[in-house]
């Protein structure tokens, strides 16, 4: 019978304490399964506090898409995108939009260490109007050479990881985000779903 062992848990302990609560991403109609998985794993590698996503299909994160990191990271789809942005906007997130626009500043001009919220547009139509029309800041990673734009989730890693250092040159990876009896709550739930998966894997004894 599989258990978890005190390193696994300790693990588990660390990445909740670690977690950046306040810096979220929403990938606002992205599609493509590829693009989906590497996101998750990028927020999961940054530990952002919440991914949010909304797709014409309703996709659900799975395994299947995501190589298993959706699990240890607190998501959510959108269904109602006004009262998402109003919601967000009233607990004191700005709403960053990357965007390929003139409108735009270089993303390195943001301070991403107030609270946050990183908007990625679709593959081909780029950030949905409503989340233009709640933007606080508009961000461009500075393109040189002959493609117009990144992959989003290439564009995802360099931004997360910008505030990823801003957040760290200011210790904010240094005390606990979340509060004490979430962090203890999640425990909890991950180590019994850690059981329940490992021992659903391994072969039954006759
Ligand atoms: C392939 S791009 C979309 C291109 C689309 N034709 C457009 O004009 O927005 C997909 C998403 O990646 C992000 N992205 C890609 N390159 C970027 C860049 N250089 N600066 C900011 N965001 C970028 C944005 O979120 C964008 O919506």
């Given at each position: ?8 848990l300790?693990?588990?302990?660390r990445?909740?304490e670690?977690r950046?609560d306040t ?5 606002d109609y992205v ?7 590497a996101?998750?794993?990028t927020?999961?590698?940054v530990?952002?506090?919440?991914l ?12 299947e898409i995501t190589?298993?990191?959706?699990k240890?990271?607190f ?5 109602d995108i006004?009262?998402?942005y109003?919601d967000?906007?009233s607990?004191g ?9 003139e409108?735009?500043v ?5 301070d991403y260490?107030?609270?946050t919220?990183?908007?990625l547009g679709?593959?081909?139509d ?7 029309k709640?933007a606080?800041?508009k961000v ?11 992959n989003v ?5 360099v931004i997360?990881?910008?505030?990823q250092r801003?957040r760290a040159?200011k210790?904010m ?9 979430i962090?203890?709550?999640t425990l909890?739930k991950?180590?019994?779903d ?10 039954r004894k006759?």
């Amino acid at each position: 019978m599989y258990l978890v062992s005190e390193e696994r848990l300790n693990k588990m302990k660390r990445i909740l304490e670690t977690r950046q609560d306040t810096l979220r991403v929403f990938m606002d109609y992205v599609y493509s399964p590829h693009n989906l998985s590497a996101i998750v794993r990028t927020c999961d590698a940054v530990n952002v506090g919440k991914l949010y996503y909304r797709h014409q299909k309703k996709v659900k994160l799975n395994n299947e898409i995501t190589m298993g990191a959706h699990k240890w990271i607190f998501h959510e789809y959108v269904d109602d995108i006004e009262k998402f942005y109003k919601d967000i906007k009233s607990q004191g997130y700005q709403v960053v939009v990357t965007l390929l626009d003139e409108d735009t500043v270089d993303f390195r001009e943001v301070d991403y260490t107030k609270p946050t919220l990183i908007v990625l547009g679709n593959e081909v139509d780029g950030a949905s109007e409503i989340s233009i029309k709640y933007a606080d800041k508009k961000v461009i990673i500075p393109m040189y050479g002959m493609s117009q734009s990144l992959n989003v989730s290439v564009a995802n890693a360099v931004i997360l990881y910008e505030a990823q250092r801003q957040r760290a040159a200011k210790g904010m990876y240094d005390k606990p985000q979340l509060p004490q009896e979430i962090i203890e709550k999640t425990l909890k739930k991950w180590a019994y779903d850690d059981i329940i998966e490992e021992n659903l894997k391994r072969p039954r004894k006759k």
